[in-house]
C-alpha cells in the first residue's frame, strides 16, 4: 500500500456506538475493528478499559506520516463536502467545517494513542480479504466505512471473501453503511447476503441511528450460524 492511496479519515466511540447499535454488553466483547485507520473508537475503548483491536494497511506507516497524510488530504475532503452538502444530513454538525474540526479531533485522539496501542498489539497492519488470526478470535467485528461503501472501486469477490473471512475470525459481523460514496446503495449487499445465506449464516439489515450520508442509516449484521444456535454476543 502507498500512502498517496490512502484517505485517512477517523470516526469516534460515540459514531460507532450509533452506526453498530453497539449495547453496554457488546462494548465488553472482543471485539475486532476492520479498517479503523485514524478512528478514535480504540483509543477511547482502551481508555475504558476494554478490548478491541484494529487492523488497517495504514498501520505500516508512523505516527508523523499518518498525521502528514491526514492534513494532506483534509482541505480536498471538506471541499467535496461542501460541494455535496445536500447529500449529507446535518443534524449533528452544523456545517462542513464543524464536521471537520470533528474529525481532526478524533484523528489527533488517535494519533497521540498510536505509538503505545501498536506496542501492545491494539493496532495491526493487515488488510482483508485475509487475517492472520485463527478461527473465532473476536466475538465482535466492526466494519465502518470500507465494505459497500467502495464497492466502485473493490471487486465483488473482494467483498465476499472479506466478509467469509470476517466470519471465520468473528462469531458476529457488523457493516456499515450500505451505501457507495455517491450515497447510492451498494449493489453488492444483495450478492453478499446470499452468499452468506447459502453459507448457513444469519443476517440481518438493521436500522441504526446514525446518518450522515442521507439515507445511509441501516447496518449489515451477519452470525455465523442459525440464531438458535448461536453462543457469541449477547453474553461474550
Ligand atoms: C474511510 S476510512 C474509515 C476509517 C474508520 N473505520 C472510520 O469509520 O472512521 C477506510 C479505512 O479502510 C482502510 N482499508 C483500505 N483497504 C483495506 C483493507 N483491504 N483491509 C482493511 N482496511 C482497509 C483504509 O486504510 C482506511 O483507513
Not at 164 to 181: D, M, N, Q, T, W
Amino acid at each position: 500500500m502507498q500512502l498517496d492511496d490512502v484517505v485517512p479519515w477517523g470516526r469516534t466511540l460515540g459514531e460507532y456506538r450509533q452506526m453498530f447499535n453497539l449495547s453496554e454488553a457488546d462494548l465488553q466483547c472482543r471485539i475486532l475493528g476492520c479498517g479503523d485507520g485514524p478512528a478514535s473508537f480504540n483509543a477511547e475503548m482502551a481508555a475504558l478499559g476494554r478490548s478491541v483491536v484494529s487492523i488497517d494497511p495504514v498501520y505500516q506507516f508512523s505516527t508523523e506520516q499518518i498525521r502528514q497524510r491526514v492534513q494532506a488530504v483534509y482541505n480536498p475532503i471538506i471541499a467535496q463536502v461542501k460541494q455535496n452538502a445536500d447529500r449529507y444530513c446535518w443534524k449533528n454538525y452544523v456545517d462542513a467545517d464543524d464536521l471537520g474540526r470533528s474529525r481532526l479531533a478524533a484523528m489527533e485522539r488517535f494519533l497521540l494513542d498510536y505509538e503505545a496501542g501498536k506496542a501492545t498489539g491494539r493496532y495491526q497492519p493487515q488488510a482483508l480479504p485475509q487475517l492472520d488470526w485463527g478461527d473465532r478470535s473476536f466475538d465482535l467485528a466492526l466494519v465502518s466505512h470500507l465494505l459497500f461503501l467502495y464497492a466502485d472501486h473493490r471487486s465483488l469477490e473482494f467483498h465476499l471473501a472479506s466478509v467469509r473471512e470476517l466470519l471465520r475470525v468473528a462469531a458476529e459481523v457488523r457493516i456499515f453503511p450500505l451505501l457507495k460514496l455517491d450515497g447510492t446503495p451498494s449493489s453488492y449487499v444483495e450478492p453478499v447476503i446470499q452468499d452468506l445465506l447459502s453459507r448457513g449464516a444469519t443476517v440481518q439489515v438493521e436500522p441504526v441511528p446514525y446518518e450522515f450520508q442521507r439515507g445511509g442509516n441501516q447496518m449489515l449484521r451477519v452470525y455465523s450460524g442459525p440464531i438458535a444456535d448461536f453462543s457469541g454476543v449477547p453474553g461474550c
